[in-house]
Each structure stands twice: as structure tokens, then as C-alpha cells.
């Protein structure tokens, strides 16, 4: 049982019951909140999100929760977006409008073109040789939604093909999103979903140590 705990944000909108249960599989404690304080408790964060950027951000309007992760990034707190929550945590999405976004990672969310929706199984190819991600390269994960990220090259670790080329995972030093859905993803998921928590923890505990040296 590792001693890691994950707390995944709760603001209304978020698959919680799934992610949890694929953490807790892998032996990780999980604490689900909207409290600041508890989440402070924990060593990684996760947002989750089904459903559209503008219900979501004012969910997390609603919820206090906007400065408190925008905060949590300019720390360099390991955190992890999954699907709609990946989307939360770049500048601003065209979904219903325009919606300004958590801006953790610098980048748009624009709707798919060449088809209306994108669900199912597709492989991931990385494009950067990132120690956390390389291993699932080629493997397949699943995926379901409507919008795509897009933005500068070095925030794209990897990508996947549908009907257009699709961008899977973006990250910014601590901060990642996947697009896709890793605790729906089997053994793939759960391994990718475990090597990031681990890698962005040992991470922040070397950059930590380095502070205090």
C-alpha cells in the first residue's frame, strides 16, 4: 500500500466515483472535496470533468475553487486534468462561446472538424521523449469528446488519430491533461495513470529538496 495520497476535486461535474475506484485498485489513499484544506492534504490533485467548459468553470467559479488551482499551478503542485478537466486547465475554449479557462497551460479548446465527436479506442504516439508518458506510447486508451486542444508544440507530449490528428496529452511541468479517459482504459490506464502520479511526486520531492539544500 503506497502512503500517496489523491485528492480528486469535486465541483458537480466530474466522473468521481470511476477515477476513484481505479486509483484505490492501485493502493492509492483518495480523498474527494472541494474544501481547499482537505485537498491540501493530499499529494496530487486530479480534476476530473464530463460535460461542457462553460457549465465547468462556473462550477469551479461557484465552488471557490479558480484562484485556489491557479495558485495550486503557479506552485508547481503536481496536478492531473482528465477529459473536460484536461480542457479546464488551458486558457480558454470556443465550446458555446468563448470562456476563459484556468490558464495552467497556454492553449485554446476548439471543436473537432472533421468529425462532430471522437469516441472510442485510439493509440497514443508521443512526440516528446517524456520519462512519465513513454512508456503507453502506442498504446491505446479510451476516448470521448467533442473538442480538441490546441497550442504550441512544447505543451504536446502526445497525440492520436481519428478523423483528424488529436492531441492526447499536454503538460507543463507538474501539470498534465490527458484527453482521454485512463481509469475506462484497463491495464494501459491504470499503468499510465500510476507512472504520472509517481513520476510527478518524485519530482516535486527533488525540487523540494533542492529548496532546502
Request: charged share 15%; glycine share 8%; hydrophobic share 40%.
Amino acid at each position: 500500500m503506497t502512503h500517496l495520497s489523491i485528492g480528486i476535486i469535486d465541483y458537480g461535474m466530474g466522473n468521481h466515483a470511476s477515477v476513484m475506484h481505479s486509483l484505490k485498485s492501485m493502493g492509492f489513499k483518495v480523498r474527494i472535496s472541494a474544501d481547499p484544506q482537505v485537498l491540501d492534504r493530499t499529494n496530487i490533485l486530479i480534476l476530473p470533468g464530463v460535460g461542457a467548459f462553460p457549465s465547468a468553470m462556473q462550477a469551479l467559479r461557484d465552488c471557490g475553487l479558480v484562484s485556489y488551482l491557479q495558485q495550486q499551478g503557479e506552485m508547481q503542485r503536481p496536478m492531473i486534468g482528465i477529459c473536460l478537466g484536461m480542457q479546464l486547465l488551458t486558457t480558454a475554449s470556443y465550446e458555446f462561446g468563448y470562456t476563459l479557462g484556468l490558464d495552467l497551460i497556454e492553449g485554446k479548446i476548439v471543436p473537432l472538424t472533421a468529425s462532430k465527436w471522437h469516441i472510442g479506442w485510439n493509440e497514443i504516439q508521443c512526440l516528446q521523449q517524456d520519462s512519465l508518458i513513454q512508456s503507453s506510447n502506442a498504446q491505446a486508451f479510451y476516448f470521448n469528446h467533442s473538442f480538441t486542444y490546441q497550442g504550441a508544440d512544447k505543451y504536446k507530449i502526445a497525440i492520436a488519430q481519428h478523423s483528424q490528428t488529436i492531441t492526447a496529452v499536454i503538460r507543463s511541468g507538474s501539470i498534465v491533461g490527458l484527453q482521454f479517459h485512463p481509469e475506462k482504459s484497463q491495464v494501459a490506464g491504470r499503468e499510465l495513470l500510476k507512472n504520472l502520479i509517481m513520476g510527478l511526486f518524485d519530482a516535486k520531492k527533488a525540487i523540494d529538496r533542492s529548496c532546502h539544500s
